[in-house]
């Protein structure tokens, strides 16, 4: 089970994810109160090691936005929020992560997703397409034909995770306003969700 850290946007946070033994990080270039430049993405990902992939995470981008970014920040994954067809998701040159809604309808496309990875999240609120702090009944998930490559969001954070990951079983976990204090990442609060996680899988592998 790997465990994803999504919308960073400082150096000191990025190494802290890095140094806490994360399998993902997660840069937000959609609207959102996480969103960061280019830039700033680029002096991020110089620092990190290679051990940890690379996620840009976008939402109905241009196509060709997203391979230059790709090119520019040697991007490892591609995380998709939007409506991207198969079409369009088949000319990205690296995997993707197809997000879906926690509805009947987003767990139907789920199944119909060729994506390496399916990431579930809440259902949306407002014009938000992820990122908002809520949780959903996890029960739906059981038995989906998709949980091998399943990433489980929306709402998950320390005190959450380890019912969650026991519920769900999923392929991965995915974590960003849960590990905030007052809208900010918090290098605790990373640390011990991942703690958290490694813990249970290592139980898990026993």
């Not at 905030?180 to 996680?197: H, W």
Request: charged share 20%; glycine share 6%.
């Amino acid at each position: 089970m790997f465990i994803k850290i999504c919308g960073i946007s400082s150096i000191d946070t990025a190494l802290a994810v890095a140094d806490a033994n994360a399998d993902m990080i997660g840069f937000v270039f959609a609207p959102s109160k996480r969103q960061l430049s280019i830039p700033q993405a680029e002096e991020i990902t110089k620092k990190l090691p290679h051990t940890i992939q690379k996620v840009g995470v976008f939402v109905d981008e241009p196509l060709e936005n997203i391979l230059s970014i790709i090119e520019k920040l040697n991007l490892d994954i591609v995380q998709l929020h939007g409506d991207e067809t198969i079409a369009y998701q088949k000319k990205i040159p690296i995997p993707i992560i197809k997000a879906f809604p926690a509805t009947t309808e987003g767990l139907q496309q789920a199944n119909q997703s060729s994506a390496k990875y399916i990431l579930i999240d809440s259902p949306p609120v407002q014009s938000s397409r992820g990122g908002n702090g809520v949780t959903f009944n996890w029960n739906m998930l059981k038995d989906q034909p998709f949980t091998d490559k399943l990433i489980l969001a929306g709402g998950l954070n320390t005190d959450n995770i380890l019912e969650a990951i026991q519920t769900v079983r999923p392929a991965g976990v995915d974590v960003s306003s849960g590990v905030e204090l007052n809208g900010k990442k918090d290098v605790q609060k990373i640390n011990q969700f991942i703690t958290k996680v490694q813990k249970e899988r290592k139980d898990v592998l026993q």
